[in-house]
């Protein structure tokens, strides 16, 4: 038995809930993982497992060694990466998850120059606006907007997007142009909304001025719960929209989209890069995290 294959199957079997998920994400048989664990229980003379038709649970004893596996698999990694003489880069493959728009406009165009800085590191990127099941989909880490409400993430703020209010010249002259943020809730007036993945429902919008503040939830004939669909929505002239600067910009350059409201504001959204709680940070997971936090710091 390689002890450390063990251990890395072993957290796998934990942090996946189910020795079939887990030998999914290791590229193994169920049975090569099964065996691995056994063997791990016989070398330490505890069970770390316990095993039903239907559950699986983690004995007080595998609770105890998980924490402090996790902790020596993170000090592998940095002894591997660390050593003067050794390849200081980090090699293998990462999963990350990232908003839809953020993929196309922001992370894809800069990848190559992450690329150039660590060349042995794979990324397999999942371009979503869904809740990610970072546990059971064995990804690394998402990238999402907005405030993180999951306790089993732990996350690192990247920094905050500038958000304003938008629409198509085609909609503003079917309707007008509203003056004021209550307009948008007039019958006449339709936004496009964008459905959250955890409720289900459109998100309101929250616009401030001079001590003055406004919610606007608004009517929608379109409702979509992905950013460029939500975006093309707004080209269409289907509704008015709120967007990021970064996904606006482009589009206010070409004529395509004006913004609206004048003096008023919109809290920018935080964005953070999230990954499970207690799963060890390896040397890849971290670099490409400090990236992020570069890039974005370079979009300030």
Not at 11 to 24: L, N, Q
Not at 135 to 157: M, P, S, T, Y
Not at 176 to 189: S, V, W
Not at 255 to 267: A, K, V, Y
């Amino acid at each position: 038995m390689d002890r450390f294959d063990a251990m890395r199957a072993f957290v796998r079997v934990v942090e996946a809930g189910s020795f079939t998920k887990a030998a999914e994400t290791l590229h193994m048989s169920r049975t090569s993982v099964t065996q691995l664990i056994q063997q791990l229980e016989a070398r330490l003379r505890v069970r770390l497992l316990n095993r039903t038709t239907r559950r699986l649970n983690v004995t007080a004893d595998g609770a105890v060694y998980y924490e402090r596996v996790v902790r020596l698999l993170s000090d592998l990694d940095d002894a591997e990466t660390g050593l003067p003489g050794a390849s200081s880069l980090p090699t293998g493959t990462l999963r990350v998850d990232v908003p839809s728009p953020f993929a196309r406009m922001v992370l894809v165009p800069a990848l190559p120059a992450f690329f150039a800085r660590y060349p042995g590191i794979r990324l397999d990127v999942g371009a979503s606006d869904r809740m990610v099941d970072l546990i059971g989909e064995n990804v690394d880490c998402v990238v999402r907007g907005g405030e993180l409400k999951e306790q089993f993430l732990q996350a690192r703020h990247l920094g905050d997007l500038a958000l304003g209010v938008y629409a198509a010249p085609g909609y503003l002259a079917r309707a007008g142009t509203p003056a004021h943020p209550r307009d948008l809730e007039d019958a006449r007036h339709h936004i496009v909304g964008f459905l959250s993945a955890r409720t289900g429902k459109t998100y309101p919008i929250r616009m401030h001025r001079d001590g003055e503040q406004v919610d606007v939830q608004g009517h929608h004939l379109l409702s979509i719960d992905d950013g460029n669909g939500y975006l093309a929505g707004g080209l269409a002239g289907l509704g008015v929209l709120w967007l990021p600067d970064y996904m606006a910009g482009p589009h206010v350059e070409r004529g395509e989209l004006l913004p609206l409201f004048d003096g008023w504001r919109i809290d920018p959204m935080p964005m953070y890069v999230a990954f499970p709680l207690n799963r060890y940070v390896s040397a890849r997971l971290r670099v490409f995290m400090d990236w992020m936090t570069e890039l974005m710091a370079g979009r300030g």
